[in-house]
């Protein structure tokens, strides 16, 4: 009896145990959950341990079978694994004698990084997803923040002097020994050592936490230069070098401190002062260069003196006399610039980068030099001195020289013609004009100076006049194109400042370049000694081959006929290079022989360029072209449910290659965000639709699909006012409408069903749809179909017909029925340890009722494509003691914008209301809740042509694909904000943009923003 008592008693718990476990649900903590977490790179590690109360990973609380963990945004920043532990994501290297490599695995490694930042991680159960938001911390910040303000506390005064403050500042930098390879702050506070990057960087850090500003300066325009700290305290500028190689003395290494009137740093030349710097922190919009320094007179600038600046405007004073080279070095925002009339003297490239200038005028009374049609000329119009960025060129009849670094680094110019009036092209001339596809050197050309055309990939063949006595070091250095070159006349001088050198430099890494051409019979080429000058290496191991040609036989290519296989293809990402046919007076031409072929533009949706280059016994270029149109997504978003409980997600899957827009034709049922995330909100009928608008290269494409939500079974009711009963609903504005029945028909598992361009095709959650150009499909569950081509006609072959009262499909609101978002089920915990925040516990949720789970839906109809671009949709908001309250995924409006909400205290802004400026802060307030603005969505602003300004705020984190694509009238962008990353400015986001536009960024990140704001 006993024995059979114990068994019962265990079969109980066994029983009750499983009866537990089958009511646990994964902790999918709450959406807008989020927690901290704590690591720090190896090296580091050695010298700081992360405290113990400080969590270095989480556990999602109450796992289950079944329960799916996945990182879907900052991968390189966390890591969670099946069970749900988040840790950060290390990446482990390997030491080799030739640098850093990834460690083939964890167990063997020298070094560990980690990657600090923001991550989301879903958490899917039976098809429902909440999510998480995990921030990365990197401890050594927190380390070496906390080093600094023991310092402060330790060492500066409120009744310091201003000088004994600077001294104060410097000294902290000064008391760590100096390691030439180290180049960081934290390199400096956790390994002891310093440089001249770290003391800089530490002065501004402890100046800033001072409430002083201060940056970072050049010590000279050199590429490789010291840094140097600026700060100013009480209107006086203290430039302070706390990074001097020597030894300590009296517990410091020695520094020096310079009192400052003026941010221009200046040499002396006598009496006079030579400008070497701008040194403000920001440029100003208008830049005017004072003619009295400190008592001394401007009268030059040095070289790249007031480059790297923003200003739209710089003003010269009349004292100026000279203008070293790249005096104003990638100003890439200067518009407008006039040369004063004291000016004589005139260096190299002086404009060099500045891609937006617009206005390059010379004072009239100049005495030297002249202006015209934004290029620079000597007063009697003999030498061209400097020309802007242009694309096309005409030199001017009565110039005789093009001056050195004319066309420097010109990447925009493709032609240019040189009149027969030249006689000298200056020392790289055409340096770096990487898109130049073909130049005629005029015939009575003498000479051609040092590296002139070098690096001009894009010249395949070079004929030199026979005029040409002189041709310097390295003239076609580097020109990867160049296939052929052709000599007209006798021997020239190969000069250059490296004698030794100067023959096997001209075509030196011209790796196609197999056989260059002299003239038959010429001794000049044959004579005693000759044989050695001509032994040019156009690439290491690689000697030129030399031959004869007969110049007399030459006759242009120009007029030649070309003729390709088609006229037109579709976008397929790679480059078309389709096979041609030249004929000229009805002879066939032989590629390689006669002609050279060369493609353009030939990659994206659009017009594509042929040109056809004569060599041997033909000169000149033909062209013709050929057109590229867009292409079809291959990926389709998939939903995999067609039924949702009230409160719970879904969200759209396989969307990775581009940015989608979602939308929902009934925002009272359930909402879509900008991540594709499905809220259910209360009992009824809705679409969801996956829209991509299309861009430069992509038609559009859209599907959809339509989802039943169910109230949950074991919510309380709340009772609202029901609806009379055959009143007619109003379907929301944009929204798709229903098409005529019939105009589609719904395939059967596995079938193709053929839909018209712009038609929104009916298909099944789950299933991978293929739409035709701009088609938007709608799903189904339980069924795959694939919509056909266009129709004959090439329009929609179903449209909706107005006034129709009983339209097939359209959702109506169920009378009595009405649902709430869900509320959280957990939240962050607070955390006692001041201004450092702690991991917040996760909640739980019981599983979905069986009742919601997919079950069949009717059969579905095409509709047509809405003619309004997609919009977000807003959530239903209440009013509780006189706020209003909103979800996830709502829309609001806020200070004439919309923003929608994405998570607990986030938002990211959606679109303006109206007006010319957008103004995005760093916060909103809605219902008495702060909401940071950390993202812009895709297409916020997309083809707006009235926004001129756009002020982008300091929390956000991501500008999404096209935001302001075609704002042509958008002229000023001032981005605020330092947490833009590579990857985070997503494709054509400023693309057709004015191209005037002036753009202000964080000094810090200007060499990062310069690659991520592409206009």
């Known amino acids: 009896m006993k024995r059979l008592l114990k068994r019962l008693s265990i079969c109980f718990m066994m029983l009750l145990s499983l009866t537990v476990f089958m009511q646990v649900t994964p902790a999918s903590a709450a959406d807008d959950q989020e927690v901290t977490i704590y690591d720090i790179r190896s090296d580091y590690g050695v010298k700081v341990k992360v405290p113990a109360d400080l969590p270095k990973e989480y556990q999602i609380p109450d796992y289950v079978r079944g329960t799916r963990y996945e990182v879907v945004s900052g991968s390189d ?3 969670v694994s099946a069970k749900g532990l988040v840790t950060a994501k290390r990446s482990y290297w390997k030491i080799y004698e030739n640098g850093w490599v990834l460690a083939a695995s964890p167990s063997n490694y020298d070094y560990y990084t980690i990657t600090p930042g923001d991550a989301v991680i879903e958490i899917t159960y039976k098809g429902e997803t909440k999510s998480l938001t995990v921030h990365l911390v990197n401890y050594e910040s927190v380390y070496v923040d906390q080093v600094i303000q023991d310092y402060i506390d330790a060492n500066i005064k409120d009744d310091m002097s201003d000088m004994d403050l600077v001294n104060a500042i410097a000294k902290f930098a000064a008391q760590y020994d100096y390691l030439k390879t180290s180049s960081s702050l934290s390199d400096m506070v956790i390994l002891k050592s ?20 201060a940056w970072s300066i050049d010590e000279t325009k050199k590429d490789s230069s010291r840094k140097l700290a600026l700060v100013k305290i009480n209107d006086q500028y203290y430039q302070i070098d706390a990074g001097l190689n020597q030894e300590k003395d009296s517990g410091y290494r020695p520094y020096a401190v310079t009192k400052r009137n003026t941010l221009f740093r200046y040499e002396l030349d006598g009496e006079n002062a030579k400008i070497t710097s701008y040194d403000g922190k920001e440029s100003p919009k208008i830049l005017e260069v004072p003619s009295r320094i400190d008592g001394y007179t401007v009268t030059g600038i040095g070289f790249k003196g007031l480059g790297n600046l923003d200003c739209t405007k710089i003003v010269l004073p009349d004292t100026l006399k000279t203008l070293d080279g790249r005096v104003f070095y990638n100003c890439k925002n200067l518009k407008e610039l006039e040369i004063p009339a004291s000016v004589d003297t005139i260096s190299a490239a002086i404009t060099d980068g500045c891609i937006n200038l617009d206005t390059l005028t010379v004072a009239k009374d100049n005495p030297t030099f002249m202006s015209k049609d934004n290029a620079i000329y000597s007063k009697d119009e003999t030498e061209l001195v400097t020309v802007t960025i242009v694309s096309e060129f005409k030199v001017p009849d009565t110039v005789t020289v093009i001056g050195p670094d004319v066309f420097f680094n010109n990447t925009n110019l493709i032609s240019v013609e040189i009149p027969s009036s030249v006689v000298k092209i200056g020392d790289s001339a055409f340096n770096s004009c990487k898109n130049l596809r073909s130049i005629q050197l005029p015939e009575k050309l ?14 395949s063949v070079v004929r030199i006049p026979a005029t040409v006595t002189n041709i310097g070091y390295g003239a076609f250095l580097n020109c990867k194109g160049l296939t052929a070159v052709y000599f007209y006349g006798d021997l020239p001088q190969f000069q250059s400042s490296e004698p030794t050198m100067r023959a096997n430099m001209i075509f030196s890494s011209c790796r196609k370049l197999k056989t260059a051409y002299y003239p038959s019979g010429n001794t000049t080429w044959t004579a005693d000694g000759v044989a050695k000058k001509l032994s040019y290496q156009v690439e290491t191991g690689k000697t030129l081959t030399w031959s004869t040609w007969d110049p007399s036989t030459v006759q242009s290519i120009s007029s030649a006929q070309i003729t390709l296989p088609a006229a037109t293809y579709t976008y397929t990402g ?9 004929t000229l007076q009805g002879k066939t031409l032989t590629n390689g022989t006669d002609y050279v072929v060369s493609y353009f533009d030939n990659i994206n949706a659009g017009t594509a360029q042929i040109q056809v280059t004569g060599c041997g016994s033909y000169e000149g270029v033909a062209k013709n072209i050929f057109q590229i149109n867009k292409g079809s997504l291959k990926e389709t978003p998939l939903v995999t449910v067609n039924k949702l409980m009230v409160g719970k997600t879904a969200r759209f899957t396989k969307i990775s290659s581009v940015e989608w827009q979602f939308q929902s034709d009934n925002t009272e049922v359930a909402t879509v965000t900008s991540e594709g995330v499905i809220t259910a909100i209360a009992p009824g009928t809705v679409q969801v639709t996956a829209i991509y608008p299309g861009d430069e290269n992509y038609n559009m494409k859209g599907v959809s699909y339509s989802i039943e939500v169910i109230a949950d079974p074991n919510a309380t009711p709340t009772p609202v006012p029901t609806a009379t009963p055959g009143a007619i609903t109003t379907a929301t504005p944009g929204a798709i409408s229903t098409a005529t029945p019939g105009a589609i028909t719904t395939a059967t598992p596995g079938a193709v069903t053929t839909a018209a361009p712009g038609a929104v095709t009916t298909a099944t959650p789950g299933a991978v749809t293929t739409a035709t150009p ?14 056909a081509g266009p129709s004959g006609s090439g329009k929609p072959d179903v449209t909706a017909k107005p006034g129709e009262s009983d339209k097939p499909n359209v959702p109506t609101a169920a009378p009595g029925e009405s649902g709430k978002p869900a509320k959280p089920s957990a939240s962050p915990s607070e955390s006692n340890k001041p201004n450092v925040p702690t991991a917040a516990p996760g909640g739980s949720d019981k599983p979905a009722n069986p009742s919601a789970a997919p079950g069949a839906s009717k059969k579905p109809s095409s509709t047509a494509v809405p003619t309004q671009k997609p919009t977000s949709t807003k959530a239903p908001s209440s009013t509780r003691n006189g706020k209003t309250s909103v979800t996830v995924g709502s829309t609001v409006t806020y200070k004439n914008a919309k923003y929608r909400i994405t998570g607990k205290n986030t938002a990211e802004f959606v679109g303006i209301v109206k007006g010319k400026t957008v103004n995005i802060p760093d916060t909103i307030t809605v219902g008495g809740k702060v909401y940071k603005i950390t993202s812009i969505a895709a297409n916020a602003c997309r083809d707006n042509t009235k926004i001129t300004k756009l002020v982008i705020g300091k929390n956000v984190k991501k500008i999404g694909k096209e935001a302001f694509r075609n704002c042509t009238k958008l002229k000023s962008i001032n981005c605020k904000t330092k947490l833009l990353k590579a990857g985070k400015v997503k494709k054509n986001a400023f693309k057709g943009v004015n191209k005037k536009v002036v753009l202000k960024v964080p000094k810090a990140q200007k060499s990062l923003y310069k690659k991520l704001f592409i206009f």
């Open 774 to 787: 701009g088609a938007v499909t709608t799903a189904k569950p339980g069924e795959s179909s694939k919509p």
């Open 194 to 213: 310093c440089n001249d990057k770290a003391a800089t960087e530490a002065v501004v850090k402890l100046s800033e936490k001072l409430g002083y500003d």
């Open 77 to 79: 920043s966390v890591t």
């Open 574 to 582: 790679t480059a078309f290079t389709p096979a041609i046919t030249v």
């Open 446 to 459: 003498v000479e051609i100076g040092e590296n002139c055309f070098w690096g001009d990939d894009n010249l």
